[in-house]
């Protein structure tokens, strides 16, 4: 069975910076691919960030880069996404995603199989 637990979350300011961490608990084939996606009340949940397995490859939606990074550390089953100068806009439920195949399209979210919990970010101006 596997368990993805977020944490990092939290509540700041306008230009403020935030770290996700994701952990991974038990087993998942080393092809694979690991993302974050978010969800604001009232809409659907949007990808923001994917990385494979290699780490040669990696996504960003639009209204994230530049100011978004995905990383993982394979020694710590982890996935982290350290977030800087966050918006208004940025305010959401923010799910760590893991897929035990390889992903086409990192963005839609019926191409991962399991997910946390979730990790509530609230950016105030």
């Known amino acids: 069975q596997v368990q993805l637990v977020e944490s990092g979350g939290g509540s700041v300011q306008v230009g403020g910076s935030l770290r996700l961490s994701c952990a991974v608990f038990?087993?998942?084939?080393?092809?694979?691919?690991m993302g974050w996606f978010r969800q604001a009340p009232g809409k659907e949940r949007e990808g923001v960030a994917a990385?494979?397995?290699?780490?040669?490859?990696?996504y960003y939606a639009d209204s994230v880069k530049g100011r978004f990074t995905i990383s993982k550390d394979n020694a710590k089953n982890t996935l982290y996404m350290q977030m800087n100068s966050l918006k208004p806009e940025d305010t959401a439920m923010y799910y760590c995603?893991?897929?035990?195949?390889?992903?086409?399209?990192?963005?839609?979210?019926?191409?991962?199989?399991?997910w946390g919990q979730g990790t509530q970010v609230t950016v105030s101006s």
């Open positions: 995603a893991a897929s035990y195949r390889w992903v086409e399209y990192p963005q839609r979210s019926d191409e991962y199989n399991y």
């Open positions: 038990g087993y998942i084939y080393s092809s694979y691919c």
């Open positions: 990385i494979y397995s290699d780490g040669s490859h990696i």
